[in-house]
């Protein structure tokens, strides 16, 4: 278990590697360069700027300057200097005088903004995208089990096929459509909600809506095909034979073993809600993480972009990481492989 | 053969030889029936039939060319319009809404006609539905024979990067690619290849980008299962008899690995269909899809989300034609899979 579980982490590595070299790769092929907008700069100080940040080194010193920033811890002591280079993510103050600190993560400066780190976007707008997408995450998983466990324990009757023509309904209803919708339905017409904004009560529920209802028609039908083979398997059968309760069977044998592959997908969904999404986040006008994932590589926001895909790639890598060891954990025959 | 017709055939048995054939079917028309009697999966492929007519015909159906501006009427919308959205109101009436009724569904902040609009958007949106799976399909089908038939360290390297590829966040790596192909043609030099690709999705209306934008990040799931399905199915002993008579590597393939996994690929790739009209929803509403004025649903919700309080009818009539054509994509999808799916067989 114990190898498996190293076997894992180093491969984690692998991946986050070829995703940084990758991206790195394909956002310095967009040509232009933060600088270069719609007004034009004066040569010298389109030299001074890239100068500034770096951007005039060789393209390889500057991918590993990148990574040692974010990979390498540092110890600082004394006063710490306000320089936009030295932001860290995570600072850990250590017990050994003279203002001793660990120091990790260092995302770099964000060009859009004069005075802006990555690790600032991180602080301030990526805790509004984690709340809104838990809450979604929250509440597919409170739609979707129930509503697809239902379905298959009651097989080819009305209930299942109302709530399985619901869950298509889900499905094909992207967050593109729905949130337009929601906020016109419940904001404009009905004025029970505000149509946009964040940070009261009312203002959370349409965009978790929006964001919810297809991943809790997902995890419905999914619940809903898992439970249906699980309920054919022989260990059922045996469960029933030796007069165990329906409530028995069904609780303790077949719900238990039918959430393995609802694991599966849970996780890298969960990673995707906690980093913000674009759409909803922009209808609904909530400051999160979603817009840069957009605005950062049309601004050739360098630092944002690899900021941002890391983040979200770390966050999916561990999840799937997380996903496979509860699955052999849950699944004994798998352990045995 | 020609002999054995000439002789004459034994009585008896004909009547059975009929009865046979008249009941005899093929597992792939036992599917079909299964699919013919699935409702939902009719009306979904129903609906998708008329929206290819629709996308087909669109200059003779369309009332209006849906590039035509006109300031005059611009945000101008008929009065069943202003009756069905209450907030509406006709500027007669005290309003702010023009009253046109030559726009059947009204007109965008240009004065375009948005029935028009629609209707042409079911090109982009067809388009993407019925060419993207096939280039990821032929993609996915590439890999997954090269690794599952040739096996060994060439089969660790592409599940390796199949790993990877799955690993990256989708909608980055789309967005990613596609503002290397968008802003990447205008610095190119003309003669190369790559120009010659910008003029021709230029000459698509952006398209061809959006599909190998999509393509490139969606063929993972099928090189896995079809890799899968390769292990499985060489295993045969009929694979084996044909690899003793000497058939080479290319007719194994083809007369008997590919027919044996066609099948879930298909039904595979027409589950991924919605998934894809979403992602080019998604890249025109980001400004990174086809290229204006060619009208997209997603391109045409991105433009009227904003203004919903004022002029809801701008978003909610494309929502409704991208919602209607998803819908009828995963009916399809959903009949299409249970009615090959052989572990439903004989549970109903």
């Known amino acids: 278990m114990a190898r498996f579980i190293l076997r894992r982490f180093l491969w984690m590595l692998v991946v986050l590697f070829a995703i940084s070299l990758i991206t790195f790769g394909l956002m310095r092929a967009i040509p232009g360069g933060p600088f270069t907008g719609e007004k034009r700069l004066p040569a010298e100080t389109l030299a001074a700027l890239n100068a500034k940040y770096h951007l005039d080194q060789p393209l390889y010193i500057q991918y590993l300057t990148f990574i040692r920033d974010i990979v390498i811890p540092r110890v600082t002591t004394g006063e710490q200097s306000n320089y936009l280079d030295h932001e860290y993510l995570i600072n850990i103050s250590l017990p050994l005088g003279d203002r001793a600190t660990l120091r990790w993560m260092n995302f770099g400066p964000t060009y859009s903004t004069i005075g802006r780190t990555v690790s600032d976007i991180f602080r301030d707008n990526l805790p509004i995208s984690m709340q809104l997408g838990f809450l979604a995450f929250t509440l597919s998983v409170v739609i979707g089990i129930p509503l697809g466990a239902i379905s298959a324990l009651r097989r080819n009757t009305l209930v299942d096929y109302s709530a399985m023509g619901l869950a298509v309904l889900g499905i094909s209803v992207p967050v593109i459509i729905l949130a337009p919708m929601l906020q016109y339905l419940f904001g404009v017409q009905l004025k029970w909600l505000p149509v946009s904004g964040w940070g009261k009560l009312q203002q959370v529920i349409l965009p978790t809506f929006a964001l919810g209802v297809a991943n809790s028609a997902l995890v419905a039908r999914l619940t809903r095909a898992s439970l249906l083979q699980v309920l054919s398997q022989d260990y059922i059968r045996t469960a029933r034979a030796k007069g165990l309760s329906e409530r028995m069977v069904v609780v303790r044998h077949a719900l238990k073993n039918s959430l393995i592959p609802i694991v599966t997908v849970l996780g890298p969904t969960l990673a995707y809600l906690l980093c913000g999404t674009f759409i909803v986040e922009t209808i609904f006008g909530i400051p999160g993480m979603g817009k840069f994932f957009v605005t950062s590589v049309t601004g050739r926001d360098y630092q944002v972009i690899m900021g941002t895909v890391l983040l979200l790639a770390m966050f999916l890598v561990i999840a799937n990481a997380v996903v496979d060891i509860v699955y052999v954990v849950l699944d004994p025959r798998i352990r045995q492989e | ?348």
């Open chain 2, 1 to 348: 053969m020609a002999d054995l017709d000439k002789l004459e055939r034994p009585q008896g048995i004909t009547q059975a030889q009929r009865l046979v054939r008249v009941k005899g079917r093929s597992l792939t028309a036992d599917a079909f029936h299964r699919l013919s009697r699935n409702r939902a999966a009719m009306i979904g492929t129903i609906i998708i039939i008329l929206n290819i007519l629709v996308a087909l015909f669109a200059p003779r159906i369309a009332p209006k060319a849906f590039d035509d501006v006109s300031f005059k009427d611009t945000n101008g919308a008929p009065a069943w319009v202003t009756k069905v959205f209450p907030n509406m109101k006709p500027l007669e009436q005290g309003g702010y809404v023009k009253v046109r009724n030559s726009y059947l569904l009204g007109a965008d902040s240009l004065g375009r006609d948005l029935l028009s609009r629609i209707i042409y958007g079911a090109r982009v949106s067809l388009a993407v539905g019925i060419v993207t799976p096939l280039i990821s399909l032929i993609a996915g089908l590439t890999v997954g024979l090269i690794a599952g038939y040739r096996g060994g360290w060439l089969d660790n390297l592409l599940m390796r990067i199949v790993d990877i590829m799955f690993a990256f966040p989708t909608y980055l790596l789309i967005i990613l690619l596609m503002a290397v192909f968008r802003l990447g043609s205008s610095a190119l030099e003309p003669g190369s290849p790559a120009y010659a690709f910008s003029r021709l999705d230029a000459a698509m209306g952006g398209l061809l980008f959006i599909f190998i934008g999509i393509g490139i990040t969606s063929w993972m799931g099928d090189a896995r299962l079809v890799r899968g399905q390769v292990l499985s199915v060489r295993e045969n002993d009929y694979v084996l008899a044909a690899y003793a008579l000497g058939a080479p590597t290319s007719r194994i393939i083809l007369r008997h690995i590919l027919p044996n996994i066609f099948g879930p690929l298909i039904i595979a790739e027409t589950l991924a269909i919605p998934g894809y009209i979403g992602y080019e929803a998604f890249l025109s509403f980001i400004g990174l899809g086809v290229n204006p004025p060619t009208p997209s649903w997603g391109g045409m919700i991105a433009d009227g989300a904003p203004r919903i309080q004022s002029f809801p009818n701008q978003a909610i009539f494309p929502a409704l034609a991208l919602f209607v054509l998803m819908f009828a994509f995963n009916f399809m999808g959903d009949g299409l899979r249970d009615a090959f799916d052989p572990t439903l067989r004989g549970r109903e």
